[in-house]
């Protein structure tokens, strides 16, 4: 599915994108598309297996509202957290 195509379902099925792909940013922040949240993976390790561990992390330590409308980037040890422009 291509970079256009994603975003638009995601926010038609109220999605959070879990992605490696820095264009995401771009579209986010400097082109204010719409989204319904956006994690972006920025590991070391880009097995499967590491991917899982990290978003698990995630998932125990974020609550939905913390994730929802929101751009986070997750590194081996950081997580940070930026809000959509315009988002509550």
Do not use: W, Y
């Amino acid at each position: 599915m291509d970079d256009d195509t994603l975003p638009a379902i995601a926010v038609r099925e109220k999605r959070v994108i879990i992605t490696n792909d820095k264009d995401f940013g771009e579209m986010v922040f400097r082109e204010r598309r719409p989204h319904c949240g956006v994690i972006l993976l920025r590991l070391a390790d880009e097995r499967a297996g590491t991917k899982v561990t990290v978003i698990e992390r995630l998932m125990r330590s974020l609550t939905q509202e913390q994730i929802a409308n929101s751009f986070v980037v997750a590194t081996d040890d950081l997580v940070r957290i930026a809000r959509r422009p315009g988002a509550q």
